[in-house]
């Protein structure tokens, strides 16, 4: 199998199938615009069916052995591992991310689904004192039921694995819906991989629509109990909202505009190496991505040279080719965008130290120097290899510029000393900071999220476990009770 591309239809109640939607959907390569796959868009009825079947099958799931459960996601693992060209080769040409990116991206996955495995085992209760006489407290952890999962298009493989993964694994059943523009990738290609390794049908269901077919109704309707959202601050705004009027849970993954901080005392070889990374990996289309490099005036000058000369190694095209770091952004829209803001950064006196060519949905690094903390460059999540660079001249002033975002999910400081470091992380608004590293890490086992415009809730680990199970008090008086009267 060269890749996946055939899976352009919808997975409901264990079927491949068509959409009943009269509406067509294309998907194209953006590094080239050939059309990958065309599907008929799914309808509210696929919807219902979706979320019925997966309400139907969890419960018979969510009493299945553990032992058989872990089985499942062990033969997810070693599907991957199988099939692992077929998979990057579908990582290329629908995300149009490189051979490294693709290879990064099935890393996460593979660890994510290495830990969901042990969620089975980790469903444990209590046994609770109580000021009753014998009274016996019972506290067990169970499923919340069926999850509703919306993923993005830059990390579609990793960040629908990293919800859809562990909430199975939770004994929950889940209704996945990829970004239209990578639903192979984020959706169906996941559907085939838990088909493959033995998942009950009708307990992951996978629907590709647009939001014009179906609304709100995705969160609004009655089964899922929880949803868990990867995507922009500002539906992440309304979704959150939806979710709170009907009283469901909501997972929130959003935004960033993360500062990486060089202080005077920083290896700048080290930091050089960690700023480009975090900007220019898979084009800048991270939220976790550098958006602001903070550095000290005393290495100002000596950071922005080297940095300017790594920075213009940067190889830029086909993503087909191994030896290019940045491809094309997802689609034409993002490069207006892009093109919009990096105008806007000169209208308002930001200096171009590298300002690339645009061509078709290749966007070439572009270095801002002389940010100042008003522009919109310094205030907008860049998803994009753009990057702004700021001079300061305390710690006063890095925490300042730090925090004068309404984002706060990841960051880096580069400093000699880890203990000044610790403390400046302490004080920054942020959900994750790295000291001496770049602002792009996701590990397994630790606690994933942000705060502010960043997004609610974390993932990862037994705070996957959390979000996707809730608590039963089941009490046993075991001695007759005397109550007050009757």
Excluded at 197 to 212: D, F, H, R, W
């Amino acid at each position: 199998m060269d890749n996946f591309k055939h899976l352009n239809s919808q997975y409901i109640n264990g079927e491949w199938r068509e959409g009943q939607s009269s509406v067509k959907m294309e998907n194209r390569n953006p590094y080239n615009g050939d059309i990958i796959a065309a599907y008929q868009a799914a309808s509210l009825d696929d919807l219902n069916e979706a979320y019925e079947a997966s309400a139907r099958v969890q419960k018979e799931w969510a009493k299945t052995n553990p032992v058989a459960q872990r089985a499942v996601f062990e033969k997810a693992v070693a599907y991957i591992e199988a099939n692992h060209e077929a998979f990057v080769a579908t990582i290329i040409e629908e995300i149009g991310g490189t051979r490294l990116k693709a290879e990064f991206e099935i890393g996460l996955v593979t660890n994510i689904i290495k830990e969901a495995s042990t969620f089975p085992f980790r469903m444990n209760g209590q046994i609770l004192p109580s000021p009753i006489d014998g009274k016996e407290n019972r506290v067990y952890r169970v499923p919340v039921g069926v999850v509703g999962v919306i993923s993005p298009f830059n990390f579609p493989f990793f960040l629908s694995m990293k919800s859809v993964a562990t909430a199975l694994a939770s004994g929950n059943g889940v209704v996945l819906k990829p970004h239209e523009h990578t639903a192979i990738t984020g959706g169906t290609m996941i559907a085939k991989l838990f088909e493959e390794a033995g998942l009950p049908k009708g307990l992951l269901n996978v629907i590709v629509t647009e939001i014009s077919e179906i609304g709100d109704n995705f969160v609004e309707h009655k089964i899922p109990r929880a949803v868990s959202f990867t995507g922009s601050t500002k539906v992440g705004k309304h979704i959150g909202m939806v979710a709170g009027k009907n009283l469901k849970e909501a997972h929130l993954e959003l935004g960033g505009n993360s500062a990486l901080v060089v202080l005077e005392d920083a290896d700048m070889e080290l930091a050089v190496s960690a700023a480009v990374f975090s900007r220019f990996t898979h084009q800048g289309q991270i939220c976790m991505s550098a958006n602001r490099l903070l550095v000290h005036e005393d290495v100002y000058d000596e950071f922005v040279e080297k940095y300017i000369a790594k920075v213009s190694t940067l190889t830029c095209g086909d993503p087909k080719d191994p030896s290019t770091i940045i491809g094309p952004l997802i689609n034409e829209q993002q490069v207006k965008t892009t093109v919009a803001l990096i105008e806007k950064g000169i209208e308002e006196g930001a200096t171009p130290l590298i300002k690339g060519k645009v061509e078709g949905n290749i966007v070439e690094p572009v270095v801002f120097g002389d940010v100042t903390p008003d522009m919109t460059l310094a205030n907008e999540e860049l998803f994009a290899p753009v990057v702004s660079i700021m001079k300061v001249t305390s710690d006063e002033e890095v925490l300042a510029y730090a925090n004068n975002s309404d984002y706060g999910l990841s960051g880096a400081i580069h400093t000699r000393d880890v203990e000044r470091g610790a403390e400046l992380a302490k004080q920054m608004d942020t959900g994750m900071i790295h000291i001496n590293d770049g602002t792009i890490n996701d590990e397994p086992t630790v606690a994933f999220g942000g705060v502010k415009n960043s997004g609610l809730g974390r993932l990862n680990g037994e705070w996957s476990l959390d979000a996707f199970t809730t608590t039963k008090w089941i009490s046993i008086q075991h001695d007759r009770r005397q109550y007050p009267y009757s």
